[in-house]
């Protein structure tokens, strides 16, 4: 998609979730819509969820799309490096990304973005997969950030 157009919508999106939050202050309730909303308004958006730290493990936790790995091995992948790098990773193709965790082969691109709950800390990660190579891009990194500010806000 055209970058000023990914813009737009994203600002229309971003619009519609800082209302639809206000409904409830739960973290698990936020993020379920987030992710309903994202998956169904971004048409280049394959596969959309959590993957939260439980107890060291990194944890599927609610998503939209196929169904996904349930635990991704440490230190391995692009949520992985992401959530130890602590920013929004992007990956223009999976396939040549070391260690990419493959839970679809349909996938060709992902954009990781850490979150963060009150405290600061990151407790997990939003991952979004497309069919498309190279769908996302820094205007999909800063406003996937801004949205996930929306959870603990
Ligand atoms: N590709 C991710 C694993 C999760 S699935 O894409 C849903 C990774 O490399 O961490």
């Known amino acids: 998609m055209e970058k ?6 994203y600002s229309r999106i971003y619009n519609q979730l800082s209302e639809l939050v206000k409904k409830s202050n739960s973290p698990s309730a936020r993020m379920a819509t987030i ?12 596969w959309t969820g959590f993957y939260l730290l439980e107890n060291g493990a990194m944890t599927v936790n609610m998503y939209q799309g196929p169904v996904a790995c349930q635990v991704l091995e440490k230190n391995k992948g692009v949520c992985w490096a992401a959530f130890n790098k602590k920013e929004s990773v992007v990956v223009e193709d999976v396939h040549q990304f070391p260690g990419h965790i ?22 997990g990660v939003l ?9 996302f891009d820094e205007v999909d990194a800063r406003w996937l950030e801004k949205i996930l500010e929306l959870i603990y806000s």
Do not use: Q, W, Y
């Not at 991952?127 to 769908?135: F, T, Y």
């Open 127 to 135: 991952d979004v997969d497309s069919k498309e190579k190279a769908a």
């Open 35 to 46: 992710i309903a909303v994202l998956h169904h308004k971004m048409d280049t958006f394959f």
């Open 102 to 123: 493959a839970c679809d082969s349909r996938s060709n691109s992902e954009i990781v973005v850490p979150l963060k709950n009150r405290e600061g800390e990151i407790i």
């Open 4 to 9: 000023n157009k990914k813009d737009g919508r």
